[in-house]
């Protein structure tokens, strides 16, 4: 994968792990709790959340294999004592990042739709160089030299942020702490086996390390680049 392909992918996955737990904060001071906007956590500034190793090595990591930059930042804190209805706000909560990163990608696409309507080169650009970016990126490689104007450029970028938002929306959304799908089916359980999901919580970041390493990302992957190959037409 080229050099620049894969500076893109960080600087995408950065902002969309920035505006996830943003909204997280967002929610929770919506709610009553006040603790992440007090901590500045409810912002767009990626120094106020990035973890060493889930906003920087991991994702380096898999854009060198060529797979699509994956990561985490720094949780948001929340304070379940400040919340009016713990388990019914703390669904929202849990729901707000990854429907930010939906909305990132809707708005994505939407831009891009219109760079295809009012550009034909944009359409082209799409169709041969970024559909086979993980399948074969020799050829984003021999074209980006002759290839790669500003709209094409900025295709790209737009790209990349349709994946990589959607991609992190859905992976969040697997009901394994401390994944936010937990914290929404978590308030979703009556309150017994509510009880008893929640003791997965100790060996959560375990369990979600082994479905990394059993490939599980790409069972992901693959359906999202269908279903944005399908929305580009």
Known sequence: MSILSIVIQLFILLFAITVHEAAHGWAANKMGDPTAYNLGRVSLNPLAHIDPIGTVLLPVMLALVRLPAFGWAKPVPVNPFNLRNPRRDNIWIS?????????????????????????????????????????????????????????????????????????????????????????????????EAAQKYDRLRPFGFILVLGIIYLGFLNMIIIPVQIFIDLLLG
Not at 110 to 132: E, M, S
Not at 168 to 176: E, R
Request: charge should be positive.
């Open 95 to 191: 729901f707000a990042g990854p429907a930010a990163n939906c909305l990132v990608a809707a708005a994505s696409i939407l831009v891009l739709l219109v760079l295809k309507f009012l550009n034909p080169g944009v359409d082209q650009f799409l169709k041969i160089i970024v559909r086979t970016l993980f399948k074969n990126p020799e050829i984003l490689r021999a074209a980006l030299p002759h290839g790669l104007y500003p709209l094409q450029g900025l295709a790209l970028i737009l790209y990349f942020a349709v994946l990589i938002n959607i991609y992190l929306a859905i992976f969040n959304l697997i009901p394994i702490p401390p994944l936010d799908g937990s914290g929404i089916l978590l308030g979703l359980l009556p309150d």
